[in-house]
C-alpha cells in the first residue's frame, strides 16, 4: 500500500518487504544518524545519514533513476513543515535533497522503523550487518578453521624453532589502535598479493586476527580457498577474545607488510600469486568484460554498476581513475554496504596487477553481488560519477566576534565533550533548527558555523539549510580550535559529557568496546554471533557462500589445534 502526500509517495512496510524481494534494484537508505542507526534498522537499509546525505549519495547511487526508499524514526512523517524545514521529518527532508541532485524514484517507509517492528520484521543493531552475517555464514559453511587465545599464547610459548606468523588483517588505522602483540598488519585486500613474500618458509603457520570476527575469517578462509600450502587459523573472536581472555593489547604499532618486504617482490612470486588468483575468480564464475561489455554495462539504463579500484589508499591516490570509486578489497567485503548502496547492483573491479581483484571478486559473488573484473586500459572509458552540488557561498567569521552571535559546533561530539569555542553549542545537521530554537535564536540572530577540516563539507550543507531557512546572517569558522584561539576568541579546554541521548553521531554499541570496556566487547561479539538466528529466509537467501567452494582439509592443523 502506499500513498502520497505533497508530491512525496509513503508507502508501508509490506510494500517495502515486496520490494526488497521483487526482483528490482533499490536502495533502502537509512538516513538518521550513525548512534540511531545502529541500534535498530532493516536488514538491508544502508547507512546515509542526512548530515552527509548530499555528499554521500552520488557515490552510493550512480544511477539516477534508480528507486529509492528511505527510513527515520518515523516522526512527523506526513507533516507540513512550517518554518522550510524545522519540523519537517529527517526522511522528508532527505527526499527534498535528492530530488534537487535529480533522483526521481523515491518512497519513504511511513512510520519509519517502529513501522517495521510493528509489521513484525527484525531490527538489527550494529553496522555492516549483512557483511557480518556473511562472515559467519562463512564460518559454517567452510568450516574455516580457528585458534582460541589461550591455544595461540600456549603455541607462542611452546613451539620452539617452529614458524609462527600473526596477521592482522584491518587497516593500518585500526591496527595503530590496538593489535594482537607481535601481529603484522596485512590488509585482507593484500594476502593474495604479497602472502608468499611475507609469511615466510613453507612450514610457517598462518594466523589472521581482527578486532571480532569477519575480517578473522574470511582472512584465513581467503588463504585457504587459493591453496596456500601452510597451516592457516583464524584467531577466535580477535582482538576482543584476547582481552577478554586476559591477555594485554599492543597500541600504537606500526608494523606493516610493506615493511618487512624486500624491494620488489620477484616476478616468479607474482606469477604464482596472480596465477592462483585468477583460478579462484574462474572456479566462482567470474569473468574480464571486454570494452564491449564494459559499455553495454555503462549504458544499461535499468541497471546499475560500480566502478571499484580496490587497491590500497596509496595506490590510487598515486593513478586512480576520477570516474572509480576507490574501496580497498578487505574493507570492501567487510562493508559492503558503505560502498554499494543498490541491492542487486553490479560491481565492475579494478587492481592493475591481476591478483587482488579476483581474489575479491570471488567473495563479492558469494555475497550475492554481479561482480566482473576490467583491465585499466578498458576502466579509462568509464563515465563519470556524478557530482555533489556547488557547496553554498558563506561569509568567514568576523572578528570579534558579534557578541550576541549563536555559535553551532558542527564537530563530532567527542571533539566538542575535550574541548570547544566558549558558550559554543553542539548540534549536527538534522537538530540544527532545533538547537536554534533552544538557544532562542530567530532569523535575524547571527549564526557562526564552528567546525574543523574534516567536518567543513558537513557543515556547508548545514549553511544550505539555514539559507532555504531565511538565516541570512551566517559565517562560518572551519579551521578548528586552535584558530579559533589564535583569532583571540575564547575557548574551553576542558572536558565535559554531553547527555548519552543526545550524542546520535555516535554508535556506543560499537565503539565501547575499543575502549576497554570487556562488558561492551563481549556484547558484541554475542551479537555477532548471533546475527544468522535473527535472520529470516528472504534476508539470507541473498548469498552465494560456497558454490563451487574448496572444502578444508586441515586433520593435523584442526587437531593441533585443539578441536
Keep these: ?43 538491508f537499509a544502508i547507512p546515509l545519514p542526512y548530515s552527509r546525505l548530499e555528499l554521500g549519495a552520488p557515490h552510493l547511487l550512480p544511477r539516477k533513476s534508480v528507486r529509492i526508499a528511505l527510513v527515520d524514526d518515523g516522526a512527523h512523517g506526513t507533516e507540513d513543515a512550517d518554518d522550510g524545514f524545522g519540523h519537517a521529518s529527517i526522511a522528508r527532508r532527505a527526499a527534498t535533497r535528492l530530488r534537487e541532485l ?43 578453521p580457528r585458534i582460541s587465545p589461550a591455544q595461540l599464547q600456549r603455541w607462542r610459548i611452546e613451539r620452539g624453532g ?139 539504463p535499468r541497471r546499475t554498476t560500480y566502478l571499484l579500484d580496490i587497491r590500497t589508499p596509496e595506490e590510487f591516490a598515486r593513478d586512480g581513475l576520477p570516474t572509480a570509486t576507490h574501496a580497498p578489497g578487505g574493507q570492501l567485503i567487510q ?10 547492483a553490479r560491481l565492475l573491479l579494478i587492481d592493475y596487477d591481476g591478483i587482488r581483484a579476483p581474489v575479491v571478486a570471488h567473495w563479492l559473488v558469494q555475497l550475492g553481488f554481479e561482480t566482473a573484473l576490467v583491465d585499466a586500459a578498458t576502466a579509462t572509458r568509464w563515465h563519470s560519477l556524478n557530482h555533489a552540488p556547488t557547496s553554498p557561498a558563506i561569509s568567514p567569521f568576523p572578528a570579534p566576534l558579534v557578541s550576541n552571535a549563536v555559535v553551532l559546533d558542527l564537530r563530532p561530539s567527542v571533539a566538542h565533550q575535550e574541548g570547544r569555542p ?17 538557544a532562542h535564536a530567530d532569523r535575524e540572530t547571527p549564526v557562526v558555523l564552528f567546525a574543523d577540516r574534516a567536518s567543513r563539507d558537513a557543515a556547508l550543507l548545514v549553511a544550505g539549510d539555514l539559507r532555504d531557512a531565511g538565516f541570512e546572517n551566517v559565517t562560518s569558522a572551519f579551521d578548528g580550535l586552535d584558530a579559533w584561539e589564535r583569532a583571540g576568541l575564547p ?23 575499543h575502549d576497554g570496556n570487556l562488558d561492551a566487547a563481549r556484547a558484541y561479539l554475542e551479537w555477532e554471533t ?34
Aim: negative net charge.
Design 491 to 513: 575557548v574551553e579546554r576542558f572536558a565535559i559529557v554531553l547527555p548519552r541521548e543526545a550524542r546520535i553521531d555516535y554508535l556506543f554499541f560499537v565503539h565501547d568496546r
Design 102 to 144: 535529480g533522483y526521481g524514484d523515491i518512497a519513504i517507509l511511513d512510520g519509519g522503523v517502529e513501522a517495521w517492528r510493528e509489521a513484525g520484521y527484525t531490527l538489527f543493531r550494529g553496522v555492516n550487518v549483512p557483511s557480518k552475517t556473511f562472515g559467519e555464514l562463512v564460518e559454517h559453511a567452510y568450516g574455516t
Design 1 to 43: 500500500m502506499s500513498f502520497t502526500s505533497d508530491a512525496i509517495r509513503f508507502i508501508d512496510a509490506l510494500t517495502l518487504r515486496n520490494w526488497l524481494n521483487d526482483g528490482d534494484e533499490i536502495a533502502l537508505l537509512d538516513v538518521r544518524e550513525p548512534g540511531r542507526f545502529g541500534e535498530g534498522h532493516p536488514f
Design 335 to 344: 562493508a559492503s554496504d558503505q560502498t554499494v548502496a543498490v541491492r542487486r
Design 162 to 300: 617452529c614458524p609462527l606468523a600473526l596477521i592482522d588483517g584491518r587497516t593500518r588505522d585500526e591496527h595503530r589502535k590496538m593489535a594482537i602483540p607481535g601481529s603484522v598488519c596485512v590488509p585482507n585486500g593484500e594476502l593474495a598479493a604479497w602472502i608468499d613474500a611475507f609469511a615466510g618458509a613453507p612450514d610457517t603457520t598462518l594466523v589472521i586476527h581482527c578486532a571480532g570476527r569477519t575480517r578473522s575469517i574470511i582472512g584465513a578462509q581467503t588463504l585457504i580457498n587459493l591453496g596456500i600450502r601452510r597451516e592457516v587459523f583464524a584467531l577466535e573472536n580477535g582482538t576482543q577474545g584476547w582481552a577478554l581472555a586476559g591477555f594485554a593489547l599492543e597500541h600504537g604499532s606500526t608494523r606493516s607488510y610493506a615493511d618487512v618486504l624486500s624491494p620488489g617482490p620477484g616476478g616468479l612470486e607474482r606469477k604464482d600469486a596472480r596465477s592462483r588468483a585468477q583460478a579462484l575468480a574462474e572456479r566462482f564464475g567470474v569473468r574480464t568484460l571486454d570494452e564491449a561489455a564494459v559499455l553495454e554495462w555503462r549504458d544499461d
Design 422 to 438: 566558549a558558550g559554543s553549542h553542539w548540534t549536527i545537521r538534522p537538530r540544527v533548527f532545533e538547537t536554534l530554537r533552544q
Design 530 to 563: 548471533g546475527l544468522i538466528a535473527q535472520c529470516e529466509p528472504d534476508e539470507l537467501s541473498v548469498f552465494r557462500i560456497g558454490h563451487a567452494a574448496v572444502r578444508n582439509d586441515q586433520p593435523e592443523a584442526e587437531a593441533r589445534a585443539g578441536k
